[in-house]
């Protein structure tokens, strides 16, 4: 079975500073999607970027990067010119391929950001 | 376009009870998706369907129920609440494959 595991619970960045946020998954499929959602105090779960593992290039999305090393089985997020409004939960999530879609998400990790 | 909408906000349950969470989607997605968030973890999925009329179970189903009679409705049933069942409840749609999930707001339950 697939696992997702993001092993730092909590982080803390000084706004305008560069955070990077570590997931690391175990799968035996070639073919698959990694995703990081953002879940502010709201509770609602936001899509920050996606990466096709497939594609060697790494996503980007505006302030957020990602750093994908298939063979490690890494997929870190880095924030850029982190902004308060960026504090929230963090979650790693893994798309199993073969119709169904399902997410595997890691535990999360809290990231605070200070003035 | 009210995406995915979950109802209730928020309920509290005596043990032994029984309820319907409602997830109601104008996407017009095909995957509909039913996840639980208990404190301090990520999400779990219970149930999910490929489509109306068919469902499978995810990860964690026991103690839950689901149907999926429409594309837009994927009820989720607890038949007999036990306080192991408190937790945030979230339906999420995707459309094509691969793509990214669409997350409703939430439902808070609290089984005392």
């Known amino acids: 079975a697939q696992t997702v595991t993001q092993s730092q619970p909590e982080m803390s960045v000084q706004e305008a500073e560069t955070v990077t946020l570590s997931c690391t998954y175990d799968?035996?499929?070639?073919?698959?999607?990694l995703f990081w959602y953002k879940q502010p105090p709201s509770r609602q779960m936001i899509l920050v970027i996606r990466q096709e593992a497939y594609k060697q290039q790494n996503a980007t999305e505006n302030r957020f990067s990602v750093n994908f090393q298939k063979a490690a089985k890494s997929f870190s997020l880095k924030i850029s010119d982190s902004q308060l409004g960026d504090a929230a939960m963090y979650f790693c999530?893994?798309?199993?391929?073969?119709?169904?879609?399902?997410?595997?998400f890691g535990k999360g990790m809290k990231l605070t950001v200070n003035p | 376009n009210a995406g995915v909408t979950q109802t209730p906000k928020f309920r509290i349950l005596k043990i032994g009870q029984s309820m319907t969470l409602q997830c109601t989607q104008d996407?017009?997605?095909?995957?509909m998706y039913w996840y639980r968030q208990d404190p301090g973890m990520g999400l779990k999925l219970i149930y999910y369907s490929v489509g109306a009329g068919i469902t499978d179970k995810g990860e964690v189903p026991n103690g839950y129920n689901v149907s999926r009679s429409t594309t837009e409705d994927f009820p989720l049933r607890l038949e007999l609440a036990a306080p192991s069942q408190t937790s945030v409840y979230f339906c999420a749609v995707t459309g094509q494959v691969y793509q990214p999930q669409h997350f409703g707001d939430g439902t808070r339950l609290s089984i005392l």
């Open positions: 996407m017009n997605h095909n995957y």
């Open positions: 999530a893994y798309s199993t391929q073969g119709g169904s879609e399902k997410l595997v």
């Open positions: 799968t035996s499929e070639s073919d698959y999607y």
